[in-house]
Each structure stands twice: as C-alpha cells, then as structure tokens.
C-alpha cells in the first residue's frame, strides 16, 4: 500500500501524541469526577482548569469566560440561539451574517429566520473577504447579532475581524465570530478584536474529536444551554469529558507556543505547491491570494469533476477535498465557490488542498507529480483542450 498523503487538515488533523499521552491518564486511572470532594475527584479539577485557562490565555480573554462544548457545531449554534433568545426580549430581531459561513451557522439561521428572525447574509466578493462598509450598510435600527467566520474553512480567506468588531461594539451589536479554522493557525485577540462571542474546536489543530469551546465575554446576559448540573458555571451541565477537555488544552498550548513557525514551514510549502499547480493550463486559485490562511488552496480546473478527481487521487493515496467534508456528497457545486462568483462549472472542478505542519516538502514533490497527472489523465478522457 502506498503511504498516504494527508492534504485535508481543514476537514480534521492528526491528533498529537503530546496531547494523547495528557489524554491518557483521565482515560485510565483518573477516572474521577471533577465535581466530587475528595482528592481522586479533586486532582481532576486541576488539569480541567489548566485546560481552561491555556484557551483564555491564548485568545486574550479571561478563564471564566471559556465554556466547554461538543465542538464547533455546538459552539456556533449555542452562540447564534444564545443570542438570539436574549436579544429577542429586547426586540432585536435582525441578525447580520455572511453567505459562505459554515452550514452550523447557515443552518441555525435558518432555523431562526423559520421562528421569525430576519437575516441578511453579506456579500464576500471575488476575494471571498467581507468589506466593513458592507456591513455598515446593512446595520438596522434592530440588528441584534453579527457572526462572521474568521477564516473560511474552504477557501481559508481571513476577514478584517477586529474592523468588523469594532463597527459592532460602536453600535452595541453582539459580535460572534467561528474561528474554527483561525485558532490553529492565527493569533487571536478577543479584546482587541472586538469579539463577543468566538467558537473554537479540537480536531481542527491536534486535538481529540468532539470538543470544542464558545468564549463568551464577560458581561453578555447569555442564556445557558443546559441545564442540570453547576459545570461550567450553570451554563452547560453535565459531568465533563475530562480527557477532551485536557487534550484540547494541551493541543492549544502546542499551536500557541509554535505557531509562527509552523505557519512560516506551511505557508512555504503551501507557496511552492501553488506556484506549481498554477502552471497546468486552465488552472486558477479561488480566493484572495495573501489573506488566506497558511496551509489552504483551492484551486479550479477547467474541464474536469472534482469528485473524479478526488477519486483518483485517492487511488494514488492523496487525501484532498472538493470542498468541505460537511458539503460533499451532494452534486452540487460548492456554496462558498459559488458565493465568490466562482461559475459552476469551474465550481465543480475545484480542488481543496490544505497542508499542515506534519506533511513534508517531499509529500509537496509528490503532490506536484501526481495532480498534474491526473487531472491531464481526466482531461484527456474527456477530450478536453485549452
Ligand atoms: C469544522 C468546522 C466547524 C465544525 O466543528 P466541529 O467540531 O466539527 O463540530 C465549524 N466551523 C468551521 C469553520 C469548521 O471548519
């Protein structure tokens, strides 16, 4: 069998054996719950609010203001729903957002506009980058809540958050960004940025599956999630994933402490590999070329199915996406292209490549080998000329 080259670290990463091996203990013999009072209990509370306070530190906010989650999914829904039962009393109804956003924020908008919110999705443009006067613009009287991903999960372009932040917080509108992609490999502010409300997830950058965090701002009269128990002060009862919640810990302390080297190796990678791919003919990049995150590319190729073209690569044991993981399976051509005025042919022959610190400038030879390849092989299968 061919070894594998994982080019998908959008859809999810590779957990660290740093983060297994803190993981493993909470799985084991500290199977304690960090509610009871004595001490097999108790030594779980400790590492749980180490976890807590490493995700506050490295988004600039305040332990108490991190709550643990599922996930991303989680997260963005407890956010958008949070918000909008609260800012509904105050007769706020009208909610801000952009048309490329994740389907668990697209689809919670949906669910509220169906209870009777009203919302007006922004425009992102060719570059696939929000433009604050277009926020500005579409601000109303009763705008209650803006939510922005911080970085596209498909095309991995970056937005201005802390423009967009601080138009929000001039106007007292809640601000929630999805930095699902961003936290991995961005330095986040919340204070600076301006942001109210920000979702983060494990899986994104070397953690465990299934945990996630919301930082909710000090001050917002945000409405729990559930209810039961006193974790995560009244807000999200249950008794806690310990071992997730370590682990993600310790994976957010790893992408802090090394982030701008690994972004500079990645985003060297990621360049070469571009430079290359751009060469076949019919090819062009999707998406701003500079303010994109460091590991992504998406590309589009004249005359050819993404899907078959994913098929073959992963014949030859290459991992890549025709869009999100979330999206595929449906025929259609990705939303997010198609919201950067991307046409649906050339939709249809995208290619999402995106590198992360474990792949190798060997893995990037390879790649610049096997795709060109492959997509001539589909070209000429389809009697395609440029
Ligand atoms: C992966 C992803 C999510 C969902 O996170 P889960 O932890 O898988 O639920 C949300 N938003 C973005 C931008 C993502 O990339």
Redesign the pocket.
């Known amino acids: 069998m061919k070894p594998i080259i994982y080019a998908d670290n959008?859809a999810t990463t590779r957990l660290s054996p740093t983060v297994l091996e803190a993981m493993l203990p909470f799985l084991r013999e500290e199977y304690g719950n960090a509610s009871s009072l004595y001490s097999l209990g108790r030594r779980v509370r400790v590492p749980l609010e180490e976890a807590r306070e490493t995700i506050a530190r490295c988004l600039g906010g305040q332990n108490r203001e991190i709550f643990f989650t599922s996930?991303?999914?989680e997260a963005?829904n407890w956010a958008l729903k949070g918000a909008a039962a609260f800012l509904a009393k105050n007769g706020k109804r009208h909610i801000i957002s952009t048309a490329f956003e994740?389907p668990?924020i697209l689809h919670t908008l949906d669910a509220l506009k169906r209870e009777g919110f009203s919302i007006t999705l922004l425009p992102v443009h060719e570059n696939g980058i929000v433009r604050p006067e277009d926020l500005q613009r579409a601000i109303r009287e009763d705008t209650g809540l803006v939510s922005v991903?911080y970085a596209n999960?498909e095309v991995g372009t970056i937005q201005p958050i802390g423009e967009l932040g601080a138009i929000c917080r001039q106007k007292g509108i809640w601000f929630h960004t999805?930095a699902?992609?961003a936290a991995g490999a961005l330095p986040i502010d919340v204070v600076k940025e301006h942001i109210d409300l920000l979702s983060l997830?494990g899986?994104?950058f070397h953690g465990p599956k299934g945990i996630?965090a919301l930082y909710i701002r000090e001050g917002l009269h945000f409405p729990n999630l559930i209810h039961g128990g006193e974790q995560e002060s009244g807000r999200r009862a249950g008794t806690e994933n310990t071992a997730a919640i370590v682990g993600l810990g310790v994976a957010m302390e790893e992408t802090c402490l090394h982030r701008e080297d690994t972004s500079r190796k990645v985003r060297a990678m990621r360049d070469r590999l571009l430079t290359g791919l751009l060469s076949i003919p019919g090819c062009r990049l999707n998406g701003d070329r500079e303010r994109r995150l460091p590991g992504n590319l998406n590309l589009s190729f004249a005359g050819i199915e993404g899907e078959s073209l994913l098929l073959l690569l992963d014949m030859r044991g290459i991992c890549a996406s025709s869009g999100s993981a979330c999206a595929s399976g449906s025929q259609d051509p990705s939303y997010v292209l198609r919201a950067l005025g991307v046409d649906a042919e050339l939709a249809k022959g995208s290619l999402r490549l995106t590198l992360g610190d474990l792949n190798t400038e060997e893995e990037v030879d390879i790649l610049l080998r096997e795709i060109p390849e492959t997509v001539a092989h589909l070209r000429q299968m389809r009697g395609w000329h440029s």
């Open positions: 959008a996930g991303g999914s963005n994740h668990s991903m999960n999805d699902v992609q997830s899986h994104k996630g």
